[in-house]
């Protein structure tokens, strides 16, 4: 079964900080690797998107790094703001398919 | 422009009933997919409709059933309810089949199971 692992479970980072949370997946068949951010109440939101063939993206305050041969794959959140504290999820679309397969979350809580 | 709505926001049900969860998709968008959020887990896929037709199905038994409807709004259904189904149950809708993750989700809908 394709699954994506994501740690840590829970991140707490002082306000300036740098957070990190990692993914790794089992399956080469995937197309995408999108993040997702959600607040308590709210539905999942796309935050920023890779494509296997790109090993780093940046947008703002977010970069997501890709190591294709280690099926891993990281999101920093550089100079984090007590607004960024949220669940974040990663994910995989896979190839020729329209369902997202996500992690199990990895709830940030940033410290003013 | 709206966005997506889901009603009712909460409910509650007991084993054995059926459940209806309704879901507006953001104008302009043909396209909606159903997920299920257990507490402190990642949306699963349960679904998705395009243009009135089921196109792609995640691992759920045959009671989650769903519509879509001229306008592009959805339903899930789900029958002899179980207490795992407690979850958030999140739809989201999107502009065609190029899936490249950008789906707007909406608030979803709390269903509890006693």
């Known amino acids: 079964q394709q699954q994506v692992k994501q740690s840590p479970q829970s991140l707490i980072v002082q306000k300036g900080g740098i957070s990190i949370i990692n993914c790794a997946y089992e399956n080469t068949a995937f197309d995408y690797f999108p993040w997702y951010q959600q607040f308590p109440g709210k539905g999942p939101a796309l935050l920023i998107a890779i494509r296997p063939d790109v090993s780093e993206k940046k947008e703002g305050r977010f970069t997501i790094s890709f190591n294709k041969s280690a099926k891993q794959f990281s999101l920093h959140i550089m100079d984090s703001q007590p607004g960024d504290s949220a669940t974040y999820f990663c994910?995989?679309?896979?190839?020729?398919?329209?369902?997202?397969?996500f992690g199990k979350g990895t709830r940030l809580h940033i410290l003013p | 422009e709206t966005g997506v709505t889901q009603s009712p926001t909460h409910l509650i049900k007991t084993r054995g009933q059926q459940v209806t969860l309704r879901c507006s998709s953001q104008s302009g968008h043909n396209t909606v997919s159903w997920y299920q959020q257990a507490l402190g887990q990642g949306p699963q896929f349960i679904f998705q409709y395009y243009r009135e037709e089921e196109n792609g199905r995640g691992n759920f038994p045959p009671r989650f059933s769903g519509l879509q409807f001229p306008n592009y709004s959805s339903e899930l259904n789900v029958n002899a309810l179980e207490l795992d189904d407690s979850a958030l149950y999140l739809c989201a809708s999107s502009s065609g089949l190029t899936n490249t993750g950008e789906l707007f989700f909406g608030e979803g809908s709390r269903l509890t199971v006693l």
């Open positions: 994910a995989a679309i896979p190839n020729r398919d329209d369902k997202i397969i």
